[in-house]
């Protein structure tokens, strides 16, 4: 399974901004540019975020493996400290648990993970933390028992098998593949004492309760790209793979809770994120209790040799992106 990668430089710096909505009383538009505050900077890496009570934002630092509470005064205070492990996924109950996702590799910055996993991390009144943070659920010992996406075929699944076997073995895209095992927690929502758990390695996404009991809520659709005669070209494959559908993995990147039970999952396919096989981004909408009909000719498609989701569960994509959500 192909993950998101987080380190996008050697080192970043960010600004956080607050601004006030440009909407006038009665919900008419205000021309008026919006207010724009800044509440910190000097932050390193900073990928995910969430706001809580008493108007303190959590920041995860994923490139210094930090997770920072800004006050509303600016002040920073260090929650957690990885020692250099991922920090991600920043979610808050809205009073006092913030939820973040914690990602080791070996060696720092390789493709190799050795762990994952979701923390929670107890607050004070004052927002600070109370106790160490607890292990809510080792994703990458989830993945390792079940492999979610296990059953799914991904690449050239409808080829002709003649032509798939024309693709080089050693190339640096697998003609055909099943999915394999591999964690990346990479997104969390908290809603309704339940915990939504988006694994960028998994291709799916996980619901945990507050006892740690996961299960998989949602294997995610394969994502289609038809192969154009330039990118067959640009790694090696025989032109009978012109034209045909390659099947990347949907990789999720981040996951909300909206009305009715309903998630909304966003996705990175895998391969190229540039515009080379054109804008491939996506929203998808999973309800609950819905059946299993898809809603659109992509989902549909996609599902036909992928495992059912968990019963009463269905897949529809909502949305395209204009690109890549990251």
Do not use: K
Not at 114 to 129: F, I, K
Not at 210 to 234: K, M, N, S
């Amino acid at each position: 399974m192909r993950r998101v990668p987080t380190v996008l430089a050697a080192a970043a710096t960010a600004l956080l901004l607050a601004a006030a909505p440009a909407t006038a009383h009665g919900g008419r538009h205000d021309p008026r540019p919006p207010t724009v505050t800044d509440i910190a900077t000097g932050l390193v890496g900073p990928l995910s975020l969430a706001v809580g009570p008493h108007g303190t934002t959590y920041v995860a630092q994923s490139f210094a493996g930090l997770l920072t509470a800004v006050g509303r005064d600016g002040s920073q205070t260090t929650l957690y400290d990885s020692g250099g492990a991922e920090v991600g996924g920043v979610s808050s109950d809205g009073h006092r648990t913030v939820t973040f996702t914690e990602t080791v590799s070996d060696p720092p910055g390789s493709p190799t993970i050795t762990a994952s996993g979701v923390w929670t991390q107890r607050l004070d009144r004052r927002g600070a933390a109370s106790g160490a943070p607890r292990l809510l659920v080792d994703t990458l010992a989830y993945e390792q028992a079940n492999n979610p996406d296990g059953g799914v075929t991904y690449g050239l699944r409808d080829t002709d098998p003649a032509c798939v076997a024309q693709v080089p073995a050693d190339g640096p895209i697998p003609a055909l593949y099943t999915g394999v095992v591999d964690s990346h927690a990479y997104a969390t929502t908290t809603s309704r004492g339940t915990t939504y758990v988006a694994d960028a390695g998994a291709n799916a996404v996980l619901s945990v309760d507050h006892r740690g009991r996961t299960r998989t809520v949602a294997v995610l659709p394969a994502q289609p790209a038809v192969i154009t005669a330039e990118a067959a070209a640009g790694v090696g494959w025989p032109a009978c793979v012109v034209g045909q559908t390659y099947w990347f993995e949907p990789v999720p990147t981040d996951v909300e809770a909206g009305p009715r039970g309903q998630l909304y999952v966003s996705l990175l396919p895998g391969g190229p994120e540039d515009a080379s096989l054109g804008a491939r981004g996506a929203c998808t909408r999973w309800t609950r209790g819905a059946g299993r009909r898809a809603s659109s000719r992509r989902a549909s498609s996609a599902r036909r040799t992928s495992p059912s989701p968990t019963a009463g569960t269905s897949t529809s994509p909502s949305c395209s992106a204009a690109g890549s959500p990251r």
